[in-house]
């Protein structure tokens, strides 16, 4: 079955430098979800979309910033790098089935590395 | 206090054996309970589901859920080394599209 593609994989920048994560959901799945795990940490919540439009927001820095364009991908944009972000960026997916279903399905992530 | 709290571990078991892992929560608003496993450096795997109260099994593993405790379980049956990993709880309202809060996860190592 098909998963959450994201890319890159890995990704080094250095401070002050720009970055773009990607995701590409699960088909047919309509939301997005974006999480920071830092070291020995759990996943943190920094944005969710649904239907390219933002549903829910967490604890996302100014910096940041993400969008769900027409195909349903997400971007997440990153901005002034700092050395505290450097983490795990995982993105999920589900679809708003009926019936109160909700499945988060994971990608593999984004190591970003700033130095 | 973090929302949900979940003891970091690590639990050493011997192949074989059953193994609970349980969590705790403080948000009465949490509806929908999931456990992830996540091995190194890789995405966390939905393992099960549950809404509300009440137990699920599918194959080795069984999920429980006592809303008026605010306490969730897993359990996992004759664990196999392959069952080594960080697990972990997470839990959203209502509403199948809101965020998910995880626990800290508990490190699991079976031994052959």
């Known amino acids: 079955a098909a998963g959450v593609i994201q890319s890159p994989r890995h990704l080094i920048k250095e401070k002050r430098e720009t970055a773009t994560l990607k995701c590409y959901p699960i088909p047919r799945h309509d939301t997005v979800y974006w999480y920071q795990q830092g070291p020995g940490q759990d996943p943190q919540f920094l944005i969710s979309f649904y239907e390219k439009m933002q549903s829910d927001k967490g604890s996302i820095p100014d910096r940041f910033s993400a969008q769900q364009f027409s195909d349903y991908h997400s971007e997440l944009n990153m901005s002034s790098l700092e050395l505290g972000d450097s983490a795990l960026y995982f993105c999920?997916?589900?679809?708003?089935?009926?019936?109160?279903?909700?499945?988060?399905?994971f990608g593999p992530g984004t190591r970003l590395t700033v130095t | 206090q973090k929302e949900v709290e979940q003891d970091p571990g690590p639990l050493s078991v011997p192949e074989g054996a059953i193994v609970s892992l349980n969590c705790t929560y403080s948000?009465?608003?949490?509806?929908?309970f999931m456990w992830y496993r996540q091995y190194s450096r890789k995405g966390p795997e939905l393992l099960m589901y549950t809404y509300s109260s009440g137990n699920k099994e599918d194959g080795r593993f069984t999920a429980q859920v006592d809303k008026s405790s605010k306490y969730i379980s897993l359990f996992i049956r004759d664990s196999q080394p392959s069952d080594s990993a960080t697990y972990l709880c997470a839990m959203s309202p209502s509403g199948g599209y809101q965020k998910v809060t995880f626990g800290t996860g508990t490190k699991l190592q079976v031994i052959p």
């Open positions: 999920a997916s589900s679809k708003r089935a009926g019936g109160g279903r909700y499945e988060q399905y």
């Open positions: 948000n009465s608003a949490f509806q929908y």
